[in-house]
């Protein structure tokens, strides 16, 4: 069993950031904001970690794994589902999902995103990506090296 495929997460409202910081190290995250409250705790999400920062659904809670976010800050919260689930960097896929819908993205001929990405970027990068369900295109720029940062210091942490 590929446990890094087993993970995966529903984040309340509150926790938009650490659900896109979620999808961004690979993890299939489900979130929608405009549900919130015992509403949120449906079937949907009933396969999932549940991600709360509600102390009424950490208490009401009885048949669903869950995990209570203490911190405020996105990143320290990363840290807290990283370290209350022994995640190792093995078991993340960094960049391989939409952080907008949560869909995994594929590899797409680059000429086939000609006039849809601005043209210096399409003349300097070879390598693109594209989610199948909001179309939205990926590219590594110089956000991903930064991002790359910040997960290789949340793993050395």
């Known amino acids: ?44 999400v009933k396969s999932r970690i549940l991600l709360t920062r509600t102390e009424r659904i950490r208490d009401g809670n009885t048949t669903q794994k869950l995990l209570f976010i203490k ?11 990283i370290s209350a689930l022994g995640i190792v960097p093995k078991e993340t896929q960094p960049f391989s999902r939409c952080i907008r819908c949560n869909t995994r993205i594929k590899r797409v001929d680059k000429e086939s995103v000609r006039g849809m990405v601005p043209d210096y970027i399409w003349e300097t990068h070879a390598t693109f ?8 295109i990926y590219w590594s720029g110089s956000h991903t ?12 942490s």
Not at 146 to 156: G, K, M, P, V, Y
């Open 1 to 44: 069993m590929d446990r890094a495929n087993d993970i995966c997460f529903a984040a309340e409202v509150t926790l938009g950031k650490l659900a896109k910081w979620l999808r961004i190290l690979g993890f299939d995250t489900l979130y929608e904001p405009d549900v919130t409250g015992i509403g949120f705790v449906d079937d949907r």
């Open 71 to 81: 911190s405020n800050n996105p990143f320290d919260q990363l840290r807290e589902v």
């Open 129 to 136: 990506h594209t989610c199948s369900i909001c179309r939205r």
């Open 145 to 156: 090296k930064r991002n790359h940062d910040i997960i290789q210091r949340l793993f050395d």
